[in-house]
C-alpha cells in the first residue's frame, strides 16, 4: 500500500486548490499612459449590449427581438472582435457605463447602463472584473484606448417619493384643482384629474410633497425599494441609501429652467443627486476613480453633463487627475455630453478646472442636422465655429491644468449621431450624404467620434431604434461606409495637418438654391502644431447638383502658397493650382467632397 | 418459508419429503423466510461494496456504504434430514422451486441541530462533496423481493423510496420531498449461470467514499437495464449499462403552450424541446484474494458515454432556436485494497470526463461554447477513501481533488472550479457499544472569479473540527449501525468562503461556525448487491 507518496500529493493538491492561471488580470493593475495627443484619437461609441455577444453564460434574461430589453453584449465581444475597429481605424473605445444598474422597469432593461444601482459592482450582463481588464489590456496592445462612461447626476429608480403616504408605490388619481371649463353636455362643470406616479412625480421646488384631499402634509418619505428580483435595491456605497444624497425635487417637465435641470431627477424616475454635498462628491470621486485603478482605463464620458452644477466639476475634475496622476496615469480625457445646442451654455464646462472637452452639440444641431441632412447654408458652419475660435468664444482656450494638454476648444468631441438622438441615415436616407458628413468629421479640428453602426449603414431612428445590435451586420468589412471610414481614418491619422492643424474656413455660403455656390463649405488646416502641414477641405453639401467655390466673381483664396499644386487625396488623378492672387476654384459635384494637400506631401495609397 | 402453491395437491409422501427439503433449507439459510441461494461475489473491499444503492439528496451527494457482503456459495450445502424422516432424495425441480422471499431494509439518518447563535445548524461546506458532520436528514425505504425459479436462475424486484426533509415535526407541515430511487427487476443466471440482466431505474453504482456521502468513480442514476457477466470464481465481472434521464431543464426538455388542436378552444402543452441523455458505461472489475483468507486487492476499469441528442427549443415566444446535440466520454479507474478484517481497507479513485460527461448525469450546464454545446467541458478527479480499525482505535479518512471547466469562450467564469478536501475521523471505541470519533478536516475551492474586494482569485478555505460521541448497539466498529449520536462541529472559513455567500447571509459574515446536533443513523439490509 503506498499510503505516504499519494497521501502527500492529495495534501499538497488539497491546500493549495488551485491550478488557474490568472494571466496576470488578478492582483493590483499597474496604470500608466497610453496616450501622447488625444487629437490623433478617433473615438468609437460602443454600446457594450449591442456591440458583440461573446459570452452566452452572462445572457440571463436576454430577448433579443425587444429593443429595450438586454441583448447580450458583453466585454468579451469587445474583445473578440478588436481587429474589426482597429482594421476600421478607430483608436479609442467608448464603452457603456459598467456599473450595477437596476434591472429592469416598467418593462425596459438597464441594457444601456445609465440606471445605476451599485457604483461599487459590475454590471454581471457585460462580464466580471476579469472579462473587462482583458478586453483593456487586448485594446491597449492595440494601442487602443478605452473610454468609461460615468454617470454622476442620477442614479435608477431606486425610491419612490411616498405622496399619499399609504407605504406602497403607486399611481395617484385624484381631482386637483378648482372646476374649470369645458363643461360637460349637461352644462355642469368638470375637475381636472391628475395621475401622479410616486416613482416620477413632478418637479416641485420645495421638494415633492405629500398630500392628501386634506391638503398637504410636508415633504413627501423617501422609500427605497427592496426588490432583489429587479435589482431595485438600495444603492451602494451606503452614503447613496441616504435621503440626504438626492434633491428629491421631482421629474423636470420645463428644461428652459435651470434649476430644473440641475435639481430635478431624470424622466423615468431616475433619481437625481444631490452633488452638493460634500460626501456625495467624494463618494463620486472615490468610486469612479477606484474603477481607472482597477481597470487601467483612459478617459470618462460624462453623462449629463449640464444637470451638474459647475463647482462639482470643480471639486471632481481636479480630485481625479490628481489621484490618478500620483499612480502614473496622466494625460486622462474627461469630456462630457451638454445635450443641448446653446453653444455658451455648452462651452461654459470648459473653463476653469473643469472638464477638458465636451460634445460639440451645437454642431450637432446647427452643422449635421442644418446643413448636411437639411441642406442649410454652410454660412452656419462658420458662424458657429466663429463662437469658439476666437479669444473671447465659448470655449476654454486654456488647457486645463494636469489635463490632456489641449485648449477645450480645439479639442471637441464631434459627432455625427449617437444613441441618444436618430442615426444620420434615418433624418436622410443618403448614403452619399453621409459620407460627405463622414469626410466632415473626419478632417475638422477636434477629436471625431463615430456611433456604433455607422460603418455598417445602420438607420435606427429614436431611442431604442437607434441601438441595434451590430453582430447582425457580420461585421461586413466590405461594406461601402465601412470601407469609406477606413480610408478617411487612415488619411486623417496619416495628415498632421488633420489631426493638430488650426482651422480657418475659405468659403461658406448663405446660399442654398440653384446659386453657383450653393452648399460649398471649404476651411483649410494648417498651422499651429501642425506646422507647414497643409490640407484643405471643401465639401457640397447640398444635393441637387455641382456647386464652386466662386459667386458672382468672388473666388476662395487660400493659404497654401501662390502658385501651390495641390492634389486631391481622395482622387489623386485631379489636381489644381493656387493662382498666383492666392485664389483657388474647385467643383464639387453634389453631395460629396474633395481634401487636397501639397502634391508634394501626398502620400500613395490611402 | 416458502410452500407449494395453494392449488398443487400432494400427497403425504410429498408433504413429508417437502417438510424434509424445508429443514434442510433451514439449516442452510438459518432462518425461515431467508433469502435464497446467495451467489454474491467474494467479500466486498470494505462497506463500500458494488451496487449497494443509497439515496441521494442531491444528484452529487453519496450516501451511506453497504454491509460488508457474506461470503457467498454458489451450492446450497447438503444437511442432515431429521431421524424422523430418514434420509430423503429430494428432486429438486419438483419440490424446491419456486422459492420466493421478501425482506425489507433501509438506510436512514435523522439529525437536528443548532448554529450556537439561535437558529439552524447548517451545512458549511463550500466544496461540492464535503464532509458529511453536518448533513441533513434523509432516509430510504427498501422493499424486496426475491424469487429463485430454478436451481442457480433467480430473479430479485427492488424498489427503494427515498424521503427528503423537512420532517413533518420540524415544520409542520406536510412538505416532505419523495422519490422513487430503485425500482428494477434483475435476473441472474441466464444462460451462462454467470450472466444476469436488470431493467428499471436503478442507482447503479460502484464505492463510495463514506465520510463525503460521494461515489467517485461509477454513480450513474438512470432509467434503463444492464447485462453483467460473472466469472466462476466471482473474482471478476465485467458489466454494461445503458439508460436514459431527462432533467427538467431548458438544456433538456421544455414545455410552452400553444393553441388547443382541433380549433377547440384554451392551449395545449407541447412539449418543444425533449431531448433524454443516453448514458452507457461498462465496467470491469477484478478481485485477486490476498493478505489472507479474506482480503484482497481489488481493480476496477470504468467508462461512460454520454450522448444528447440535437432539437429545437424556443427562445422567445415566437423564436424558435437550434439545440445542437452533444457527447461525452468519461474513463476512471480504481484501485483497491481491503484485509477482510474489521472492514480495513484503502480505496484510490481516478476519474476523467470530457464533453458532457464531465457532467454529472443529471446535472444541466450553464454555460456553453459559442456553438451552445459543452465540448470542451473537462472534469478531472481522484479521490480516497480508506478505513483501518485496531480495536479499541480505529479511522476512516477520505478526500478528494477536483478541477472542472466549463467550454465558454469566457476562460475565468463562476463555475471553473479546482478543489478539494481531506478528512479523517479516529474513532475510540469504548467497549463494544459505545464510541467517541473526532473529526477534522480542510477543504479549499478557487473558483474562475476575483474576489473584487480584495482584488485576487476567489480562494475559499474552511478548516473543521468535530466530536461525536455515540451509542452503537450493534457493536464496535467504524461502520456498525445503527448509531445513535451526538455532533459538535466547528467551522473556520476565511474571507473568500464567506463571500460565496449572499448580503445578509450569516454565512457571509461569520468567520466561525458551530454546529450542535443530535441523531441517528442506520442502515440495514439496505439493498441487494453483487450482481
Redesign the interface.
Given at each position: 500500500?503506498k499510503?505516504g507518496k499519494?497521501?502527500l500529493a492529495?495534501?499538497l493538491?488539497?491546500?493549495?486548490?488551485?491550478?488557474?492561471d490568472?494571466e496576470g488580470?488578478?492582483?493590483?493593475r499597474p496604470m500608466s499612459t497610453h496616450v501622447q495627443d488625444w487629437r490623433n484619437e478617433i473615438v468609437y461609441q460602443v454600446m457594450t449590449d449591442r456591440f458583440a455577444n461573446?459570452?452566452?453564460?452572462?445572457d440571463y434574461r436576454v430577448?433579443?427581438?425587444?429593443p429595450a430589453r438586454y441583448h447580450g453584449g458583453d466585454y468579451?465581444g469587445i474583445e473578440?472582435n478588436i481587429s474589426y475597429l482597429d482594421d476600421l481605424g478607430v483608436t479609442a473605445l467608448w464603452i457603456s457605463p459598467i456599473v450595477k444598474n437596476v434591472e429592469t422597469d416598467a418593462g425596459v432593461d438597464g441594457y444601456h447602463g445609465y440606471w445605476t444601482q451599485d457604483f461599487?459592482?459590475?454590471n454581471p450582463h457585460f462580464?466580471?472584473?476579469?472579462?473587462l481588464r482583458r478586453m483593456v489590456d487586448k485594446a491597449h496592445e492595440r494601442g487602443m484606448k478605452v473610454i468609461l462612461d460615468i454617470v454622476v447626476n442620477h442614479v435608477g429608480q431606486v425610491f419612490y417619493y411616498d405622496i399619499n403616504l399609504n407605504g406602497q408605490p403607486d399611481e395617484r388619481v385624484a381631482g386637483t384643482g378648482p372646476l374649470v371649463a369645458p363643461t360637460r353636455p349637461d352644462g355642469s362643470a368638470t375637475s381636472p384629474v391628475s395621475h401622479v406616479n410616486e416613482y416620477d412625480p413632478d418637479y416641485d421646488p420645495r421638494g415633492v410633497q405629500a398630500w392628501t384631499s386634506l391638503g398637504e402634509a410636508g415633504p413627501a418619505p423617501v422609500v427605497f425599494v427592496f426588490d432583489p428580483e429587479s435589482n431595485h435595491l438600495p444603492p451602494e456605497p451606503a452614503i447613496f441609501q441616504q435621503p440626504k444624497a438626492y434633491n428629491r425635487k421631482g421629474r423636470v417637465w420645463d428644461w428652459n429652467v435651470p434649476e430644473q435641470v440641475r435639481l430635478g431627477d431624470f424622466p423615468g424616475g431616475l433619481k437625481d443627486l444631490n452633488t452638493e454635498d460634500p460626501e456625495v462628491r467624494q463618494a463620486l470621486i472615490d468610486v469612479f476613480v477606484r474603477w481607472v485603478e482597477?481597470t487601467d482605463l483612459d478617459g470618462f464620458r460624462i453623462d449629463t453633463l449640464k444637470h451638474v452644477e459647475h463647482e462639482f466639476w470643480k471639486t471632481f475634475a481636479p480630485a481625479v487627475r490628481q489621484r490618478l496622476a500620483a499612480k502614473g496615469k496622466t494625460n486622462f480625457f474627461m469630456f462630457g455630453e451638454s445635450f443641448d445646442g446653446d453653444d455658451k451654455l455648452v462651452g461654459s464646462f470648459t473653463f476653469g478646472d473643469e472638464v477638458d472637452s465636451v460634445f460639440y452639440f451645437p454642431q450637432y444641431y446647427t452643422v449635421i442636422r442644418d446643413v448636411f441632412q437639411q441642406n442649410g447654408a454652410t454660412k452656419k458652419i462658420e458662424d458657429l465655429w466663429n463662437q469658439r475660435l476666437g479669444q473671447n468664444g465659448n470655449y476654454g482656450t486654456v488647457p486645463q491644468p494636469g489635463g490632456i494638454g489641449i485648449p477645450p476648444n480645439k479639442a471637441l468631441v464631434n459627432f455625427l449621431d449617437n444613441h441618444d438622438v436618430g442615426r444620420f441615415l434615418f433624418f436622410k436616407n443618403d448614403p452619399a450624404a453621409l459620407n460627405n458628413a463622414l469626410l466632415f468629421l473626419l478632417t475638422e479640428d477636434g477629436i471625431p467620434c463615430l456611433y456604433y453602426g455607422t460603418e455598417q449603414g445602420f438607420a435606427g431612428g429614436n431611442d431604442p431604434s437607434n441601438r441595434e445590435d451590430l453582430w447582425r451586420s457580420g461585421f461586413n468589412q466590405k461594406h461601402p461606409q465601412y470601407e469609406w471610414v477606413r480610408r478617411l481614418a487612415r488619411i486623417r491619422r496619416s495628415y498632421p495637418a488633420l489631426t493638430h492643424g488650426d482651422l480657418k474656413v475659405t468659403w461658406a455660403s448663405d446660399r442654398t438654391g440653384s446659386e453657383s455656390d450653393a452648399g460649398i463649405f471649404a476651411f483649410e488646416r494648417t498651422g499651429g502644431d501642425a506646422g507647414n502641414a497643409y490640407a484643405l477641405v471643401v465639401l457640397n453639401t447640398n444635393s441637387s447638383h455641382e456647386s464652386s467655390t466662386e459667386f458672382s466673381g468672388a473666388g476662395m483664396t487660400v493659404q497654401a502658397g501662390n502658385g501651390a499644386s495641390l492634389v486631391n487625396v481622395l482622387d489623386p488623378n485631379e489636381t489644381v493650382t493656387v493662382g498666383g492672387d492666392g485664389k483657388l476654384s474647385v467643383s464639387v459635384p453634389a453631395s460629396s467632397g474633395k481634401l487636397f494637400v501639397r502634391s508634394a506631401d501626398l502620400i500613395p495609397g490611402l | 418459508m416458502c410452500y407449494p402453491p395453494r392449488n398443487m395437491k400432494l400427497g403425504a409422501r410429498s408433504w413429508g419429503a417437502l417438510l424434509a427439503v424445508e429443514l434442510v433449507a433451514g439449516t442452510a439459510f438459518g432462518q425461515p423466510g431467508a433469502a435464497p441461494p446467495d451467489t454474491t461475489p467474494p467479500p466486498a473491499t470494505g462497506p463500500t461494496e458494488v451496487e449497494e444503492p443509497k439515496p441521494e439528496t442531491e444528484s452529487s451527494k453519496a450516501e451511506a456504504p453497504a454491509e460488508p457482503a457474506p461470503r457467498p456459495e454458489r451450492d446450497v450445502p447438503r444437511g442432515k434430514v431429521p431421524a424422523v424422516l430418514g434420509p430423503v432424495r429430494v428432486e429438486k425441480a419438483k419440490l424446491d422451486y419456486p422459492r420466493s422471499s421478501f425482506s425489507f431494509g433501509s438506510y436512514g439518518r435523522v439529525v437536528v441541530a443548532s448554529d450556537g447563535r439561535g437558529g439552524e445548524g447548517r451545512s458549511a461546506d463550500v466544496v461540492a462533496y464535503g464532509s458529511r458532520i453536518d448533513e441533513t436528514s434523509y432516509a430510504e425505504l427498501e422493499l424486496r423481493r426475491d424469487d429463485e425459479w430454478e436451481a442457480d436462475l433467480s430473479s430479485r424486484v427492488v424498489t427503494t423510496l427515498a424521503l427528503g426533509g423537512p420532517l413533518f415535526h420540524y415544520d409542520g407541515k406536510f412538505d416532505a420531498k419523495v422519490a422513487v430511487r430503485n425500482l428494477y427487476l434483475e435476473e441472474r443466471g441466464i444462460g451462462d449461470k454467470g450472466l444476469s440482466a436488470w431493467a428499471g431505474s436503478r442507482m447503479y453504482r460502484g464505492d463510495d467514499i463514506y465520510l463525503l456521502d460521494f461515489w467517485p468513480l461509477d454513480n450513474l442514476n438512470t432509467v434503463g437495464g444492464g447485462v453483467r457477466f460473472d466469472t466462476r470464481d466471482d473474482h471478476s465481472f465485467v458489466a454494461w449499462h445503458i439508460g436514459l434521464n431527462r432533467a427538467d431543464d431548458p438544456f433538456q426538455y421544455q414545455v410552452e403552450k400553444r393553441a388547443a388542436p382541433l380549433n377547440q378552444p384554451g392551449t395545449a402543452d407541447v412539449a418543444i424541446l425533449d431531448r433524454p441523455r443516453v448514458i452507457s458505461s461498462l465496467k470491469l472489475s477484478h478481485i485477486e484474494p490476498l493478505f489472507g483468507p479474506n482480503g484482497g486487492v481489488k481493480a476496477v476499469l470504468w467508462g461512460e458515454v454520454h450522448r444528447l441528442p440535437s432539437g429545437e427549443r424556443q427562445k422567445q415566444p415566437g423564436v424558435l432556436e437550434e439545440v445542437p446535440g452533444d457527447s461525452g466520454v468519461l474513463v476512471g479507474g480504481q484501485v483497491g485494497l481491503f484485509t477482510g478484517e474489521h472492514d480495513t481497507f484503502v480505496n484510490l479513485f481516478v476519474r476523467h470526463g470530457r464533453g458532457l460527461a464531465a457532467y454529472g448525469e443529471l446535472a444541466t450546464p450553464e454555460g456553453t461554447s459559442p456553438e451552445r454545446t459543452v465540448e470542451g467541458a473537462t472534469q478531472t478527479l481522484i479521490g480516497l477513501s480508506g478505513n483501518y480499525e485496531n480495536h479499541p482505535f480505529g479511522v476512516v479518512v477520505g478526500g478528494y481533488f477536483r478541477t472542472f471547466r466549463e467550454p465558454t469562450p469566457e476562460k475565468f467564469n463562476i463555475n471553473n472550479v479546482d478543489e478539494g478536501i481531506f478528512v479523517a475521523r479516529p474513532h475510540v471505541f469504548l467497549g463494544d457499544h459505545a464510541g467517541v470519533a473526532v473529526e477534522g478536516s480542510y477543504q479549499a475551492q478557487q473558483r474562475g472569479v476575483l474576489n473584487i474586494a480584495t482584488n485576487r482569485p476567489l480562494h475559499a478555505r474552511l478548516w473543521r473540527f468535530g466530536l461525536i460521541p455515540y451509542l452503537s448497539p450493534s457493536g464496535a466498529g467504524v461502520f456498525k449501525r445503527p448509531v445513535l449520536r451526538a455532533i459538535l462541529a466547528f467551522t473556520q472559513r476565511n474571507d473568500d468562503a464567506r463571500a460565496l455567500y449572499a448580503y445578509d447571509d450569516n454565512f457571509a459574515r461569520r468567520k466561525v461556525e458551530q454546529f450542535y446536533g443530535i441523531g441517528a443513523e442506520w442502515w440495514f439490509n439496505s439493498s441487494s448487491y453483487g450482481k
Open positions: 500500500m499510503h499519494t497521501s492529495f495534501l493538491a488539497f491546500a493549495s486548490a488551485g491550478c488557474m490568472f488580470l488578478d492582483g493590483e461573446g459570452d452566452y453564460a452572462n430577448v433579443e427581438n425587444a468579451r473578440e461599487t459592482q459590475l462580464g466580471d472584473l476579469l472579462s482597477l | -
